[in-house]
């Protein structure tokens, strides 16, 4: 059974970096697509970041320039770079996978809170 689990949230003053991670905690999911969204206060679920297994990558445009996605396929995790953090990344980030047949996992959720 697919459990995705996120780690690596937590607060941060603005300008700073945090580095999420998303694994699978049972039987090494294999992410043919691997997307970050997160759910700031009081909004709807929003996207942030995916990458493919053929390594196209695609970002919202607030976060371009800022954030990184990457996987380490070895190990079946995915990565999200935070750098220059501001207050409106304030969110609650999930991942989600995609495996080859088209079936989509989703992690449980990690808080970040950007604040000084």
């Known amino acids: 059974q697919v459990k995705l689990v996120e780690s690596g949230g937590g607060l941060v003053q603005p300008g700073g970096s945090l580095r999420l991670s998303c694994a699978d905690s049972g039987s090494r999911f294999t992410f043919t697509i691997a997307s970050w969204f997160r759910q700031p206060p009081g909004k709807q679920h929003e996207f942030v970041a995916r990458i493919a297994s053929g390594g196209r990558i695609n970002y919202e445009d607030s976060v371009k320039g800022r954030f990184t996605i990457s996987r380490d396929n070895a190990k079946s995790t995915i990565f999200l770079q935070m750098n220059d953090l501001k207050p409106e990344d304030t969110a609650v980030y999930y991942c989600?996978?995609?495996?080859?047949?088209?079936?989509?996992?989703w992690g449980q959720g990690t808080q970040v809170t950007v604040s000084s």
């Open positions: 989600q996978g995609i495996s080859a047949n088209g079936s989509a996992y």
